[in-house]
C-alpha cells in the first residue's frame, strides 16, 4: 500500500478504508479476489472445518470476524463459480428419499 500525494492510500475504498486492514490497523487477511482458486478453497475449507467450535467457544469478535470472513470468501467463489455442481442427495427432495429409505429400513419386516 502506497500514499497517494493527496495522502489517500491507494486500494483504498472511498470512505478510506483498506481491504484486509481492520480500522485499527490490524490485518485481517488477503483480500478474496487476490486469492488464487486453490488458496480460496482452501481457505475455505478451514474455516467451514472451524466453524462450530468458534461458535461454541470463540469470543463475539472471533465469531463476527469468522462470521465476515466466510461470508467474504464464499461470495468470492460464487462469483467464479457461478454454476455449482449440485447433488441431487443435497437437496429437499434428496433429503426427503433419504429419511424416506431410512424409516423404511428401520421398519421391522
Excluded at 492510500?9 to 483480500?31: H, K, L, S
Aim: aromatic share 4%; net charge neutral.
Amino acid at each position: 500500500m502506497t500514499a497517494t500525494p493527496n495522502g489517500a492510500v491507494e486500494g483504498a475504498t472511498p470512505n478510506g478504508a483498506v481491504e484486509g486492514v481492520a480500522p485499527n490497523g490490524a490485518v485481517e487477511g488477503v483480500a478474496p479476489s487476490a486469492l488464487p482458486t486453490e488458496r480460496l478453497l482452501h481457505e475455505l475449507e478451514q474455516l467451514h472445518r472451524t466453524r462450530h467450535e468458534t461458535f461454541l467457544y470463540g469470543s463475539d469478535d472471533a465469531l463476527r470476524r469468522h462470521t465476515e470472513r466466510t461470508a467474504e470468501l464464499e461470495a468470492e467463489y460464487l462469483k467464479r463459480f457461478p454454476v455449482r455442481m449440485v447433488t441431487a442427495a443435497r437437496t429437499r427432495s434428496g433429503a426427503r428419499a433419504r429419511e424416506a429409505a431410512a424409516r423404511i429400513e428401520a421398519t421391522p419386516s
